[in-house]
Each structure stands twice: as structure tokens, then as C-alpha cells.
């Protein structure tokens, strides 16, 4: 091929439980022929199927244990706090850095966990970092000249639209947030040319949290708003039309989706289960630790540097309370605690021995496997062990266990009550605020040159996406990654 040109348009949270409907409608025409002019297949998301772990494994062809990215909010064991998850926590390089060293310009924006900003200076690449991001941050948007223009054009970048308590405005949000970063995408295709683009529209993922419940037709406003994903998918639908239109007959599309969706109807307390269970002690309850806490000089100066951040409130509470969740911890009576947003959960270190640890490991797994929630129904999936899902030098900084929800739950972590508003801390179960969580299946597309017409390839793994990305621009698969191309999706042999 010559000089191929790749661009990867991220849905997050896309499955195809909600496209093929619509395409079977005909409410997609544009995926629809790029599915049958190219080659497609379900994606296996990472466990556990958060964001921030599952595209920073698509981006680097890595399992967490060598990327080092295992929740959106995880343990660090060098400051013994909790650190929401950023670049710099990444330990392998990802996508665009592999191709600025080979001398590829690229250009990326609104991609989960990319900030701070990679340097791609030396081939004049661009780059704006997505969620994750310190809303507001200086300087975030690399070249700071390309990032000057952008905020003059669209104001401070933010990944997702704004958010209203009305579901109605929040939808109409949502829908203008579509056009509006087709519009930022488009921005920066003109900045280009690019040999490789890499864009992330995150409206699917919210609209699939907070209106899943109106797609129950017993809902009272399911005549109003039953449609609300299905809209989303529409419009998304059209700008990807768009995005090819602009970019020409001769740029290869790739359409991928960190996770898929389906419904969420129960919150599980994991905290609360090893509080029943005796295997965490509390100095204080939890309703005490949700009361502001008294400003420290250093939390003072704290919340100062985060205002200058542009951290919200919400977000600033949420780290004070999972900072103080942690200090608040018996650590002599305890020997397990949970936090983070995918099921994590630490053994005390100062007490599991290896012993230990396996007589933790088969309590909390024969526990919580065996546990119903309201309906009777089980709650948890699975419970895994790091070492059986992760491998590489960061795997001895990963959760010591990930659990894994039943269909229709998911963990409730110390920092929601606070950044929800919702939920009693004394309880296992509580009434989540979304109605839409994350599954495993996401999605994964290919379309134009390089691409085999009609390929349905079955399934893939999420750390497969980076080396077919790799094929499709002629570059070689480095040999640290775990994923391998996806050859059934390709015209051509990739290169060795």
C-alpha cells in the first residue's frame, strides 16, 4: 500500500446489541455499508471493562499488567493514596508515540487517559487529551499553538457534553455534543495532513448510562425519551459519514468501542460485604466520613492547586473521600478493603502472608459468588486473582482481586455516595443512579484499503486492535505487545 493514511473513530461504550437493530432498520445506513464494504467482529474488553483500562489496552497492545493502567481510580502504592488514572501512569508507549518514532505524523483528540499530553514535537503531531483530564487544565492541548486556535474556536475542551439533571435538556446536550466534536475532529483534520488519526466520541457511553431505563416501555416517560439511545447511535452515525467524506476514498476507517452496554439495576456496598464478614474494620462509620472533614493547611493548599486545575467540586470531594476512606481504615483488624470504579479489591500488606492471601482469596470468592441480591438472584460473576488475568512487571500493583458483577449490577465504590449524591453507606445494595453499565463486548470495525469486504471475523481481544492499526499503516508489531493482528480482517499479509 502506499503511504497509508488510518483513522480510528472510538464510540465508547458501542455494542452491537444496539447497532444491529438499527442497521436491520435501516437507521444506519453509513455503518451499515461500511460493515458490508469491510470487516467487522465483536471486541472483548479487559477486565474489568472500565474505561480507562480497556482503551489504554487497545492503545498500547498491552494487558494492564505491563501498561499499568487497572481502574479508573487505583491504589498507589508509592504514595498510599488513591490516584484517579492518568498518562503518566502508563508504562508502555502507545499507539502515536510508536508511530511519531518511525516518523508518522499523527493526530489524536479526546482519547480516555491522555493527559498529560505525549510529546509528538518532532513530527509536529497534535494531540488533546480526553477523560481523565483535569477539566480546565493550562496547557493541556499539544502544540500549545494548535491548542490556542482550538480554544478560540470551541472555548475550554471538556470530554463529554455538559450534563443536566433534566433528561430531556441532557439529551438535547448530548445530540449537539456529536456535532460539536465532529466539528473538533474536523478542526483538526484540517490541521493535518495526518498519516493516522485517532478520535473519541464519548455521548454513546453517557446516554447509555442514564437512559437505559427509559427503553423499558413500562417506564413513564418511555414515549418521550425510550429512544434516547437510539438517537445518539443516529447521530453518530451521520458524522461518521462526515469524518469519511473528509477523509477520502483512500484513508482506511477503523470503528472500535472499549466496552459494550446493557442494563445496570443494583449497586453492590463490596465494603460493606467484608465489614459483614469481618475482614475490614472501620474507625469511624461510613455515614461519619461522608460529613466534610475539617481543613487541613495541606488539603487547603490542595484544593487550591485543584482550582487552578479546574477540578470540579464533585471530583475534589470524591478524592477527599476515598483519601479519607482509606485513613480511616482499622489497618490492625483489617485484612481486605475495596475501592476503585471496577471491583478492586487490596489485602492489608502488612498481614497477608501467602497463606494468607489464598485463605482470603477462596473467603471472598466462595462469599461473594454465593451472594444474592434483592431479587434472589446472583450478584457476582466472578471474583479473579491478579496474577490470572495480568501479566508483566506491573502486575504486583494491580488490585490483589477484580470482581466481577452479575448481569444488571455493578460495584458501588466509597467515592459515588459523595459524587452521586445517592446510595446509604450502611447498606450491601443500593439503587444506583444509572440504569445503563458497562458489558463486555464491544466493537470493532474495519473499512477501506487494506480491509477484506465482508469479513465478519467472529471476535477479537482489545489488545489485538493495535497491532492491526500497525499492519494497516505498514509498520512491524513490536514484540512487547501482548495482542496480535487481526489477519482474517486484512487483504494482505502484515508485516513480520
Known amino acids: 500500500m502506499n503511504k497509508p493514511r488510518v483513522m480510528v473513530v472510538g464510540w465508547d461504550g458501542a455494542t452491537f446489541d444496539i447497532i444491529r437493530p438499527l442497521a436491520a432498520e435501516g437507521r444506519m445506513p453509513t455503518l451499515s455499508r461500511f460493515m458490508d464494504q469491510g ?24 494487558n494492564p499488567g505491563k501498561h499499568g493502567i487497572f481502574d479508573g481510580h487505583q491504589f498507589d502504592p508509592q504514595s498510599g493514596r488513591m490516584r484517579f488514572a492518568s498518562a503518566s501512569m502508563r508504562c508502555v508507549p502507545p499507539l502515536w508515540s510508536l508511530l511519531a518514532a518511525r516518523g508518522l505524523r499523527p493526530g489524536v483528540m479526546n482519547v480516555p487517559v491522555t493527559w498529560p499530553p505525549d510529546d509528538l514535537s518532532g513530527v509536529n503531531g497534535v494531540l488533546v487529551p480526553g477523560m481523565f483530564a483535569p477539566p480546565g487544565a493550562r496547557d493541556s492541548i499539544r502544540p500549545a499553538d494548535f491548542g490556542r486556535d482550538f480554544e478560540r474556536r470551541f472555548g475550554p475542551h471538556a470530554d463529554s457534553p455538559p450534563r443536566y439533571d433534566d433528561p430531556a435538556r441532557y439529551l438535547a446536550s448530548l445530540l449537539r455534543g456529536v456535532d460539536r466534536r465532529r466539528e473538533m475532529i474536523e478542526f483538526l483534520m484540517d490541521r493535518g495532513p495526518f498519516d493516522f488519526l485517532f478520535a473519541v466520541f464519548m455521548e454513546t457511553d453517557r446516554v447509555q448510562h442514564f437512559f437505559w431505563k427509559y427503553r423499558d416501555p413500562a417506564h413513564p416517560r418511555h414515549a418521550e425519551l ?3 439511545v437510539e438517537r445518539v447511535y443516529e447521530a453518530l ?4 459519514a462526515a469524518l469519511m467524506d473528509k477523509a477520502g476514498p483512500d484513508a482506511t476507517f477503523a470503528l472500535a468501542s472499549d466496552h459494550g452496554a446493557g442494563p445496570l439495576h443494583t449497586g453492590v456496598f463490596l465494603n460493606r460485604w467484608l465489614m459483614d464478614n469481618g475482614l475490614l474494620a472501620l474507625k469511624s462509620p461510613m455515614e461519619t466520613l461522608l460529613r466534610p472533614a475539617a481543613p487541613s493547611t495541606l488539603g487547603r493548599l490542595a484544593r487550591k492547586a485543584a482550582a487552578r486545575l479546574g477540578l470540579t467540586d464533585k471530583a475534589r470531594a470524591a478524592d477527599d473521600l476515598n483519601n479519607r476512606f482509606r485513613s480511616a481504615i482499622d489497618w490492625d483488624a483489617t485484612l481486605a478493603w475495596s475501592d476503585g470504579m471496577g471491583g478492586s479489591v487490596y489485602f492489608n500488606p502488612g498481614k497477608a502472608d501467602d497463606r494468607l492471601r489464598d485463605e482470603l482469596t477462596f473467603a471472598v470468592h466462595s462469599g461473594l459468588t454465593d451472594l444474592r441480591g434483592p431479587d434472589g438472584k446472583p450478584v457476582i460473576e466472578a471474583v479473579h486473582r491478579r496474577e490470572d488475568v495480568y501479566a508483566g512487571p506491573q502486575t504486583p500493583d494491580a488490585p490483589d482481586l477484580i470482581v466481577e458483577c452479575a448481569p444488571g449490577c455493578q460495584v458501588y465504590a466509597p467515592h459515588e455516595f459523595l459524587l452521586h449524591g445517592a446510595g446509604d453507606p450502611a447498606a450491601l445494595f443500593v439503587r ?27 471476535e477479537c481481544a482489545m489488545a489485538d486492535v493495535a497491532p492491526t492499526l500497525l499492519a494497516l499503516m505498514g509498520c512491524p508489531v513490536p514484540a ?3 495482542g496480535r493482528t487481526v489477519a482474517a480482517a486484512l487483504d494482505f499479509v502484515p508485516p513480520a
Open 39 to 62: 470487516a467487522f467482529g465483536r471486541l472483548e474488553s479487559t477486565i474489568p471493562a472500565v474505561t480507562p483500562v480497556a482503551w489504554t489496552t487497545m492503545t498500547t497492545g498491552c
Open 237 to 240: 452515525d451521520t458524522a461518521l
Open 432 to 458: 444506583h443512579p444509572w440504569s445503563g453499565r458497562h458489558e463486555k463486548y464491544g466493537v470493532f470495525a474495519l473499512h477501506g484499503p487494506g480491509v477484506r469486504p465482508g469479513a465478519d471475523f467472529g
Open 480 to 482: 512487547h505487545m501482548d
Open 226 to 228: 425510550g429512544d434516547a
